[in-house]
C-alpha cells in the first residue's frame, strides 16, 4: 500500500502562482519504485483529467492548457512530487489528485484525498 499526502492548497488571485506537494509513504522506500506520477485535477460539474505526469526516468508530460505555466517534478530522497503553478486562471479552480501507477512493477494504482485551488480575485 502507498499513502499520497497532498499539501493544503488555497485561494489564490488570478496572475499568482501556488505549489502542490504530494508525499509518499508506506511500503515504498522511494518514489523511484513507481513507474508513474501524476497530478489530476476535477472542476466541478466536469470529468477528473489529468493534468501533469513525471515518471520515473523524470520525463514529464502536460496538458495542453497547462503547458508553460506548471511544472512538475519529483525529490527523490523526499518521496515527494511537486506541481508548481504560475500565472494561475480562473478555470484552473479544481480540486488536486496525487496519483502514483505503477509501483514495484504492479498493476496497481493509488490516489491521494485530493486538495482544492481556487483562483479567484
Known amino acids: 500500500q502507498v499513502q499520497l499526502v497532498e499539501s493544503r492548497g488555497g485561494l489564490v488571485q488570478p496572475g499568482g502562482s501556488l505549489r502542490l506537494s504530494c508525499a509518499a509513504s508506506g511500503s515504498i522506500s522511494s518514489i523511484n519504485v513507481i513507474n508513474v506520477m501524476a497530478w489530476y485535477r476535477q472542476a466541478p460539474g466536469k470529468q477528473r483529467e489529468l493534468v501533469a505526469t513525471i515518471t520515473r526516468s523524470s520525463r514529464t508530460n502536460y496538458v495542453d492548457s497547462v503547458k508553460g505555466r506548471f511544472t512538475i517534478s519529483r525529490d527523490n530522497a523526499k518521496s515527494t512530487v511537486y506541481l508548481q503553478m504560475n500565472s494561475l486562471k480562473p478555470e484552473d479552480t479544481a480540486v488536486y489528485y496525487c496519483?502514483?501507477?505503477?509501483?514495484?512493477?504492479?498493476?496497481?494504482?493509488?490516489w491521494g484525498q485530493g486538495t482544492q485551488v481556487t483562483v479567484s480575485s
Open positions: 496519483y502514483a501507477g505503477g509501483v514495484n512493477g504492479r498493476p496497481n494504482e493509488f
